[in-house]
């Protein structure tokens, strides 16, 4: 047998063939490339290739098509061409069936199936190059009993079920781990916002002005998340491709996903300055800094200029639909600055625990402060983690999504990413002595002029309201007067601390 057989019922010699699978692989592997192939099925030896972007027909290499990829989905494109060539080659090196009635050998696109008998369903391994597969599933390929392959019910054409290759309730299950986490961080960080911009004591406060920037950099984070998670990443497991809204609405989609990349390395800018913030109190703890706009232009303007660069980058070489695909190298320059931002935020809680630890050699036969000061390292240890970022290191390598902890990773991934805001809202507002004590006088004010008499849970604070009572004045929403200066690194340290006792 010198020719060889598709899905389209197309014989070709080899040559021919393999001109025509490699334009069959590249539609079926990237169904919004930028290179057109006009075929007919009539004639397979009769391929025109335009790229819809530059207008170039010119395509007379392999080397030609992959300066339309990228470096990991030309490899792709290759493998499914060379899986098409060694099975035109088995095709031609099998002697024919004699038998009649059987379903006969072909490539479908993806895989190759020999001559197969009727009523026989044919499993295969998934091929390496399905966008999102993976190996440990199986393709489906029935051979009916009249002996011709089974036909898809709408195109009426051989068909090959894939279904088995995407883990279809694996990526639910990310989109319902990254929609439950988004939403507690938003649930967490809304009111903890209002409550610190409501104080006039809290308010003008530089620490709770930088955590009031973080904690908003968080609010945009998940917001973007939940738009990107169900219109975008949900719509496509559950819709066909073209009516998915990347595919109908692929402007947009970029604006979402450029937003959400904004949005993700404001965190970690924003982290980075309350790690420098807190660092530079230690250091300097009879001088408290005047101004703090710095931090403001390195928090929100910072991580603008590695997006737009990646931005421009893409959209010249990597413009793909929506963005949604790995660009290679061109990742790094999103991924660089995040990175350096938890590294030196891990510098600066070891100092901090070198300084804590200090004192504990400054009294070295005194147990009492020695317990304390071991305990003040132990509670920066935990509390400064979340706020620092440091717990991404847990998820900072990424397994194979074809090894057993593969779904997993993305979930637990998922979790720690998009809670992390709402675990920094309790334990920075909710927790936090100095802003229940706002919050409680607050309560007592309401319900004095309620003429009610104040709730227990009020009335067992009512001596440590009454020991400060220019605290009432100060977390009086209205007439608060002025803030207290902090003057001493330590303490604004223990004031943060005392979510964690």
């Known amino acids: 047998m010198d020719v060889c057989r598709d899905s389209y019922g197309v014989f070709a010699n080899l040559s021919v063939f393999n001109i025509w699978t490699c334009s069959l692989c590249y539609v079926y592997l990237f169904p919004n490339g930028p290179l057109r192939f006009n075929y007919n099925v009539s004639n397979p030896g009769l391929i025109k290739v335009e790229n819809i972007i530059s207008g170039n027909i010119h395509i007379e290499t392999t080397s030609d098509v992959c300066e339309s990829l990228g470096g990991y ?21 099998i002697s024919p069936d004699s038998r009649l009635g059987h379903c006969p050998r072909t490539w479908d696109g993806w895989s190759c199936f020999d001559d197969t008998s009727p009523g026989k369903c044919v499993r295969l391994s ?35 079920d894939y279904s088995k290759c995407v883990n279809i309730k694996g990526f639910k299950g990310v989109v319902y781990a990254s929609v439950g986490a988004s939403v507690f961080s938003l649930v967490f960080l809304l009111p903890a916002t209002l409550i610190l911009m409501a104080y006039r004591q809290l308010r003008s406060q530089q620490r709770i002005r930088l955590h009031v920037c973080l904690f908003m950099s968080f609010i945009l984070t998940g917001l973007l998340s939940l738009l990107w998670e169900l219109l975008v990443y949900n719509d496509r497991v559950e819709n066909p491709w073209k009516q998915t809204f990347m595919f109908r609405k692929e402007v947009s989609c970029k604006v979402i996903y450029i937003l959400l990349r904004y949005a993700t390395s404001a965190n970690f800018f924003w982290m980075f300055c309350e790690g420098f913030y807190l660092f530079r109190l230690l250091v300097h703890a009879f001088q408290v800094p005047r101004s703090i706009k710095q931090y403001f232009v390195i928090g929100w303007v910072g991580p603008a200029l590695p997006i737009a660069i990646y931005s421009t980058f893409r959209s010249i070489y990597a413009n793909d639909i929506c963005w949604v695909k790995n660009a290679g190298g061109f990742e790094w320059i999103v991924y660089t600055p995040n990175l350096l931002s938890i590294l030196v935020n891990l510098l600066f809680l070891l100092g901090i625990l070198r300084i804590l630890l200090s004192q504990l050699h400054q009294h070295p036969n005194e147990p009492s402060n020695y317990r304390q000061g071991f305990k003040r390292a132990l509670k920066a240890t935990f509390v400064l983690i979340p706020l620092f970022g440091l717990q991404l290191f847990l998820v900072i390598y990424r397994p194979s999504n074809d090894s057993a902890f593969g779904n997993m990773y993305e979930i637990v991934s998922k979790v720690i990413i998009d809670s992390q805001g709402g675990i920094i809202a309790l334990v920075f507002c909710y927790m936090n002595k100095e802003v229940l004590s706002c919050l409680k006088t607050s309560i007592h004010k309401l319900n004095t002029r309620r003429g009610k008499r104040v709730p227990s849970l009020i009335t067992n604070y009512t001596v440590v309201s009454q020991r400060n009572n220019d605290n009432e004045a100060k977390c ?26």
């Open 126 to 160: 998934c091929p390496s190059y399905v966008q999102y597969g993976s190996l440990k599933g199986h393709v489906e390929k029935e051979c009916t009993e009249n002996g011709s392959w089974a036909l898809h019910p709408e195109t009426g054409k051989e068909w090959t």
């Open 73 to 93: 989905d030309c490899e792709r494109w290759r493998d499914c061409c060379q899986a098409a060539d060694t099975c035109c080659t088995r095709q031609r090196s």
């Open 476 to 501: 009086d929403v209205t007439n608060g007067d002025r803030s207290p200066n902090v003057s001493i690194a330590l303490k604004s340290m223990r004031t943060n601390w005392n979510g964690a006792s």
